[in-house]
């Protein structure tokens, strides 16, 4: 056909081209002759042939096709709301505890509301960023799930357990058990000021004489040295020239938890320093004045003429002295290997002889069967060593004899175990002295104090009460999804040496996360057998006390005599005995967690603890043997120097220079941050189902919880050189997850920041 072709060539291309297709298909009609002249006869039933052939592919098709379409549509409706938002419709959480939670979250300081200075609320003065600048909240103050104090203990995980504690004690019915109302009525007696104000110093005047009395009131019989001891360290917890506890092995790499008794320098009054450079402990003199003082003070309060107390005192401090010289700090005596010395008490008799120290340990631990073969932890034996020389020079002056200076020290350390039992004027007396006799002070709440001496005598109690009312199931489940996330970061992290980081990813993997319980949890009837010989009164204190710390006593030979790891009720770090990683109960408490909170509150809250811990146990020197840690610690200060107009231009380079602590720790927390959230959305795509609180979207009531974080006590806080919350502006410069802008509007630099 030429090119010249009119209209009426297009049907008889059209023609051709069906032509075309029935010659395409001439091969399946080949291989269907029954079909053939059907087709030619009744050209319909084309149609059904095909259909006939290609039914089972289009039907599958077409199912995928719909599937896909349903599941577009069910992700919209019930995916988590990640995305850019602000608010959410999740149904809301209508319990009380979510009641309280709503009305912190409205009280606190709103991230997303104050992008520009919501992270410069200080928790004191050990921030080196601190900033004063005049902002509202700093100002008013500002409502954080840890906005207490941090010295005693009021604010964070800690004050968060010991405040539930207390709502426990005191709800305790007067005709429960009488394992609980014993606990109840020591904790009763501890509160009642009065009646220790009342008893005034006569209880503890009765004491000393039960002990033989001693020089200083004249009234005295010369007692035997070690027996004196034995009786001290057994009834009354009192430890003046060593002090002895029950512990586990440090290598008991199999878990075994057989303990053993341990044996340490003791906690002396006199303050002390610890000198660097001749690597010894010494007396500062402008200390030494005002514990002079206050020791005078404490024998005027215990009747003493004041002729006679600068003698006794002047006795007390030179034998305190030469003790002090002798004792050297925990880092000092690692670094000696020091610490841990197993040996047998015959060895020990042999190194440090003027102490018995087969009869002192049989009387603290009898009944058991204490021999001299038995292995002790010693740690420190040149500390051991020395105090025996010291303790033989003070028996052997001969102008002792009537004073009897060893005696007086042992009577004043008993007074230091006895001051919480006595009336405000010994704890007036030591807030001049709050490194020597740091504890007894008064800044700690009454509450506060009554509630960590009742754990001493009655924490089985303490624990089952504490279990009672554990959600063991929810905390478990943070537990393990923080532990995965853990594990999927640690994947990412670039370790110098690849053999190390092997290492360590097998020995993560073997580990197994899980709640701290024990098998030692007694029944209401095994606690009502166990403290049945117990009788508390209501308005003696000074007596409950004194039957107290030998409660706490037995406790230590139950201890000794038992295998497995009891329950530390006051506990709220984890703790890693062989291959169980175990975290305490008294973690997962209100405010801090509850069962009914929205779990993007237990998450930002909880979780980023758990993760928290996690980094600083198992990661203790990270920042040596990875890039990651110093880079990601570097750009999350870069970030905070650039907000806060600190930077020496764009980019940085400005404000204080980060030590190795700082770093590691900025990369500690921002890391938990991001393990925590990741955990969260795991969750989420098991359960997709969670509630909110104030109508928040799950992101923003995650990072607002997480905002509340402040100022958590742990023993690494000190190394933190912002404040945690500032993490959230770090973490949304890089993600889409965040509900909105949190870069400040009046700093344009923001804009330029990298992802950390």
């Known amino acids: 056909m030429t090119d010249g072709r009119t209209q009426q060539d297009g049907p008889v291309l059209r023609m051709r081209e069906t032509s075309i ?88 300081v709103d991230p997303f509301a104050q992008p520009c200075d919501y ?14 600048r005049g902002h509202p909240q700093n100002r008013s103050g500002r409502s954080t799930l840890e906005d207490a104090p941090r010295g005693g203990g009021a604010g964070g995980r800690r004050g ?39 008893a005034g110093v006569e209880p503890f005047l009765s004491l000393i004489q039960e002990l033989g009395g001693w020089a200083v ?43 053993y008794i341990q044996i340490d320098q003791p906690d002396l009054l006199i303050p002390i320093e610890w000198n660097n450079e001749t690597k010894r402990s010494q007396v500062e003199t402008q200390t030494l004045r005002p514990f002079l003082s206050t020791c005078q003070r404490y024998l005027t309060l215990l009747g003493a003429p004041d002729d006679k107390s600068l003698h006794h005192v002047g006795h007390f401090l030179s034998l305190s002295s030469e003790l002090a010289v002798a004792a050297s700090p925990p880092r000092y005596r690692l670094s000696k ?51 025996s020389l010291i303790v ?67 924490s089985p109690v303490l624990t089952h009460l504490l279990s009672q009312g554990a959600a063991h199931r929810e905390a478990q489940e943070i537990i393990q999804d923080i532990f995965s996330a853990f594990k999927s970061k640690l994947q990412q992290l670039k370790l110098t040496n690849q053999t190390t980081r092997r290492i360590l990813i097998d020995k993560v993997n073997s580990l197994v996360p899980k709640v701290w319980t024990s098998d030692e949890t007694k029944s209401e009837d095994e606690l009502d057998r166990l403290y049945s010989t117990v009788s508390m009164n209501d308005h003696r204190f000074f007596s409950n006390y004194v039957t107290l710390l030998s409660l706490w006593q037995r406790r230590q030979r139950a201890a000794l005599s038992g295998h497995g790891v009891p329950v530390d009720v006051l506990s709220v770090t984890p703790r890693l005995l062989g291959n169980r990683l175990l975290f305490p109960m008294g973690l997962f408490v209100p ?49 905070y120097l650039t907000v806060t107009d600190r930077a020496g231009g764009a980019g940085g380079g400005g404000g204080a220079a980060l030590t190795a602590a700082q770093q590691q720790e900025l990369w500690v927390q921002y890391t938990a941050l991001q393990t925590a959230l990741q955990a969260y959305q795991l969750n989420l795509e098991t359960r997709p189902e969670d509630t909110s609180i104030s109508g928040l979207s799950y992101t923003r009531l995650f990072l607002s919880s997480f905002s509340q974080m402040n100022c958590d006590s742990d023993p690494h806080h000190e ?23 949190l870069r400040c509007p009046r700093n344009a630099r923001t804009h330029s920041l990298q992802k950390c």
């Open 21 to 108: 297709e029935l010659e395409d298909l001439s091969e399946d009609l080949d291989r269907a002759p029954v079909y053939l002249s059907e087709f030619h006869t009744e050209p319909p039933r084309r149609t059904k042939l095909i259909w006939t052939k290609y039914w089972k592919p289009l039907l599958v098709l077409a199912l995928f096709l719909l599937a896909a379409v349903v599941g577009s549509v069910y992700c919209v409706y019930r995916r988590p709301d990640w995305g850019a938002t602000n608010r959410t419709t999740a149904p809301p959480c209508l319990s009380a505890a979510c009641d309280w939670a709503s009305a912190r979250l409205s009280a606190a």
């Open 119 to 132: 992270f410069l609320f200080t928790c004191g003065a050990n921030n080196v960023t601190a900033d004063n």
């Open 160 to 198: 968060s357990l010991l405040q539930n504690l207390r709502q426990i004690l005191e709800s305790v019915d007067r005709n429960s058990r009488a394992a609980l109302q014993n606990t109840r009525t020591f904790y009763s007696s501890c509160l009642d000021t009065g009646s220790v104000e009342t």
């Open 217 to 259: 009131s004249g009234q005295w019989v010369r007692p035997e040295f070690n027996s004196t001891l034995g009786v001290l360290m057994r009834d009354y917890a009192t430890f003046p020239f060593f002090r002895v506890y029950v512990d586990t092995d440090p290598e008991d790499v199999h878990g075994l938890s057989k303990r």
């Open 337 to 387: 290997g020091q610490l841990y010395q197993r040996m047998s008490i015959r060895d020990l008799q042999l190194q440090a002889p003027d102490i018995d120290w087969l009869g002192c340990l049989q009387t603290t631990f009898e009944p058991l069967n204490i021999t001299e073969d038995d292995q002790v932890f010693v740690h420190n034996l040149p500390f051991m060593v020395n105090m």
């Open 392 to 458: 033989r020079k003070w028996k052997n002056k001969p102008e002792n004899s009537n004073f009897d200076p060893l005696q007086t020290f042992m009577v004043l350390n008993l007074l230091h175990t006895m001051m919480p039992a006595l009336d405000s004027r010994f704890s007036n007396a030591s807030k001049t002295l709050p490194v020597a006799l740091e504890g007894t002070g008064g800044a700690q709440p009454r509450w506060q104090r009554c509630v960590t001496e009742t754990e001493k005598g009655f």
């Open 591 to 639: 405010p801090l967690f509850h069962p009914t909170y929205p779990r993007a509150m237990n998450y930002g809250v909880v979780g980023f603890l758990v993760a928290k811990d996690l980094l600083h146990l198992l990661l203790p020197n990270i920042h040596s043997q990875s890039e990651t840690v110093r880079d990601v610690g570097g750009c999350v200060w870069t970030h």
């Open 719 to 741: 190394s933190m050189p912002l404040q945690p919350s500032f993490l959230i502006t770090v973490f949304c410069a890089g993600s889409d997850l965040c509900p909105s802008d």
